[in-house]
């Protein structure tokens, strides 16, 4: 384990702590950078597919994992940003202009919906943005002269300066761009002040305004930060599949996102990563198992729902800091061997007794 004596105070705030992180982040981004040449077409959309959603995963990370907030319609604030893109794609609009306007016609929609954050919170908020969705979805299918309504609505590819993005290595390039630069942006905001106010208000609402936080402008920003990001993923997955319809962005959907970062492990970004490539690469491992399960259990309907939702209840139980959780205690446990102890990440209730006492 790395033990970092700190001099000076922007130590504290650093992007990254010591030469480790530099060398292997740059590894990282090194091997993402050369995976065309090796991987297939087929492999390649699928990380095309989990660059998108991770940009889904750490705006929805930054408003449930650091600020506590529960969304249940995260599958309606992409469906914004998709449709925003491809009807102003299909008008003529630049792509950039088009990615943009999704983007803040999302976080806009995402202020609407965090106003009732001000005054419900946990199930009752969850149960407000399940609405939303339904209501977005809804809205989708009966405007039929803007976004086609249940017979779809056609995107064309990317087409930048004359460079069609259409698919493969270019698309995968303009996705992984777009997946860095959104995670050095929840990055950077969680070092800044504003980041310390979320995370002030996840551990304790009544701490926090004691101390001078206003809780209604965070909350609403929160929402629309992550509203923001899903927009922009939405726009991308516009042109990834190409053709829209109001039955991509069902309530199952939104779920599965809230899914995504719990299993990837709420409170980290890291997580928001990983909780994305598992959710692409969930149904790649259950095609592959198929052949070897009985036939009544490969041909049934809903495995991947069942599967996912047992992963789920398994995280829940016995690793509730997720799969970023289960590799720091692994990573802790040879670091200190043979002196580590269990416990060692037990959250500390302190914080708690304040709420205890409304």
């Known amino acids: 384990m790395r033990f970092i004596f700190k001099t000076r105070y922007e130590q504290d705030i650093e992007l990254f702590q010591h030469g480790g992180k530099v060398f292997w982040y740059g590894l990282l981004m090194a091997v993402l950078l050369v995976a065309p ?3 297939s077409p087929y492999v390649l959309t699928q990380l095309s597919q989990v660059c998108i959603y991770a940009i889904v995963a750490v705006g929805l990370m930054l408003l449930a994992g650091f600020t506590g907030q529960l969304s249940l319609g995260h599958a309606a604030f992409m469906a914004v940003g998709a449709y925003t893109q ?18 803040l016609f999302a976080a806009v929609v995402g202020v609407i919906v965090g106003l009732p954050a001000l005054r419900v919170k946990g199930l009752y908020l969850g149960i407000a943005t399940l609405a939303f969705g339904t209501i977005i979805e809804e809205i989708i299918a009966r ?44 990055i950077n905001i969680l070092r800044s002040p504003t980041g310390r106010a979320f995370v002030a208000i996840r551990d304790s609402e009544i701490s926090a ?4 936080v206003n809780l209604a402008f965070y909350k609403t920003l929160s929402f ?4 923001a990001f899903a927009g922009v993923a939405g726009g991308l997955y516009a042109h990834n599949i190409r053709f829209l319809s109001p039955d991509q ?21 890291h997580g928001a990563i990983y909780g994305a490539a598992f959710l692409i690469a969930l149904p790649q491992a259950i095609n592959a198992v198929k052949p070897f399960l009985p ?11 069942t599967v996912f939702g047992a992963v789920l209840i398994l995280v829940v139980l016995f690793e509730p800091l997720g799969i970023y959780g289960a590799w720091l205690k692994t990573r ?11 416990g060692m990440f037990r959250r500390q209730k302190a914080f708690q007794k304040s709420d205890r006492l409304k």
């Open 37 to 39: 040449i090796f991987v």
């Open 143 to 186: 405007a039929e002269h803007v976004t086609g309504g249940n017979a779809g609505l056609m995107v064309p590819p990317v087409n930048l300066f004359g460079w069609r993005f259409a698919d493969g290595p270019s698309f995968y390039y303009l996705c992984l761009a777009f997946a860095v630069a959104s995670t050095l942006i929840v």
């Open 295 to 305: 036939l009544f259990l490969s041909e049934a309907t809903g495995l991947q729902p």
């Open 249 to 269: 962005f069902t309530v199952i959907q939104s779920i599965e996102l809230v899914m995504m970062v719990v299993i990837g492990g709420l409170g980290s970004v």
């Open 209 to 212: 305004q004691s101390m001078g």
């Open 86 to 103: 491809g009807v102003l794609v299909t008008a003529g609009v630049p792509f950039f202009v088009g990615i943009a306007c999704a983007g």
């Open 332 to 342: 802790t446990y040879f670091d200190l061997f043979p002196f580590y102890r269990q």
């Open 224 to 227: 629309a930060i992550s509203a």
